[in-house]
């Protein structure tokens, strides 16, 4: 019943997203999704994980903060440090099953460098907020590599989905970064993003199920 609500609910995000008059109602409908996939892990689960439910409370909260963004420029500081810390949560996560090794590190490195030409191309500027995101790459991918190792190389249904799940994470935040820096207000973006998100979300709340 849960998973059904959950999908109800995102269909009526994006229905406010879609619909210009209904603009107002999306906070309100993308908290209630948010915060269907924490109550999906708390009932689904039959290996309760303490950072996988941080981790999902982390992206909750950030899902709050920039839902609110409009309003003041610090909640989306504080959007951007929930999910920096759902990320590294997420990360731990992983790190049980594949511990980091040089390879993770090395690729974290040349994630950064190769932002840093993108945003050079596109002519993006983060501002102040470049610290923050910079950070947020190198533990995103971070993450994004031992999130790719489990879904290839682990045998365990749970390690897979948590595999896949981590790794479309990084595809839904490239998208995000476009859609705040350079390409605003695109709504084929904004759905692309939010598609990608809540089925990551949803893949990250099922996983330790199986």
Request: charged share 10%; aromatic share 18%; net charge positive.
């Amino acid at each position: 019943m849960i998973i059904i609500i959950y999908w109800l609910s995102f269909s009526i995000f994006l229905y406010t997203t879609i619909n210009k008059q209904l603009n107002k109602y999306r906070p309100i409908t993308k908290g209630i999704t948010s915060f269907c996939y924490v109550l999906i892990y708390l009932l689904f689960n039959h290996h309760f994980n303490i950072m996988m439910l941080m981790a999902l409370i982390g992206c909750f909260l950030g899902d709050i903060f920039l839902a609110f963004k409009k309003i003041n420029k610090i909640y989306f500081i504080l959007g951007m440090l929930s999910f920096l810390l759902a990320h590294f949560f997420l990360l731990k996560v992983m790190i049980e099953y594949s511990p980091l090794n040089w390879l993770n590190f090395t690729m974290a490195i040349i994630a950064l460098i190769l932002l840093k030409i993108a945003t050079l191309k596109l002519d993006i500027h983060f501002g102040f907020n470049r610290y923050i995101i910079w950070l947020y790459t190198f533990v995103i991918v971070l993450m994004g590599t031992k999130a790719i190792n489990l879904a290839i190389f682990h045998s365990s249904l749970s390690t897979i989905i948590l595999g896949i799940g981590g790794t479309i994470f990084i595809i839904s935040d490239i998208i995000l970064m476009l859609l705040y820096f350079k390409y605003k207000n695109n709504m084929k973006l904004q759905l692309s993003n939010s598609c990608l998100y809540y089925f990551t979300l949803f893949l990250l709340a099922i996983a330790f199920h199986f």
